[in-house]
């Protein structure tokens, strides 16, 4: 039972960590230090969709669910609503180049305008 509550906690590490990479950038706006740790997330991200690679936190939630498997509950409601978010059954290696590209557009918007805002000249 702990092993698959530990596992529901990853999920949701792993769908806050996917919406951070996402909208991130917007958090950036408010506190400009939050880059440092946005851009790597974001680089992360961007590279995990656009090479195909496996996320760890993934590999760390199997092992958890296989440990905790002969539990024999029924879903639970991360299990039914969370992880087709995070692992939709259309994931096509065409629609994560897509989503790749759009974090990387998304936040290169943000960051393009903020690095705008910062080097354009102020009026005295």
């Known amino acids: 039972m ?22 991130g950038g917007l958090g950036v706006l408010r506190a400009p230090r939050l880059a440092w ?31 905790g498997a002969e539990q024999g509950y029924a879903d639970s409601f991360i299990e039914h609503y969370l992880i087709p978010l995070i692992y939709p059954a259309a994931l096509t290696e065409n629609l994560q180049l897509l989503l790749g590209l759009s974090v990387l557009l998304i936040n290169g918007g943000i960051y393009g305008w903020l690095l705008w805002r910062r080097l354009r000249p102020h009026p005295r």
């Open 2 to 23: 702990l092993a698959r509550l530990a596992a529901d906690l990853v999920v949701l590490l792993h769908l806050s960590f996917i919406l951070f990479v996402v909208f």
């Open 37 to 67: 740790l946005h851009l790597p997330a974001a680089g992360w991200g961007a590279l995990v969709e656009l090479r195909g690679l496996y996320c760890p936190l993934t590999d760390w939630e199997n092992a958890l669910r296989q440990q």
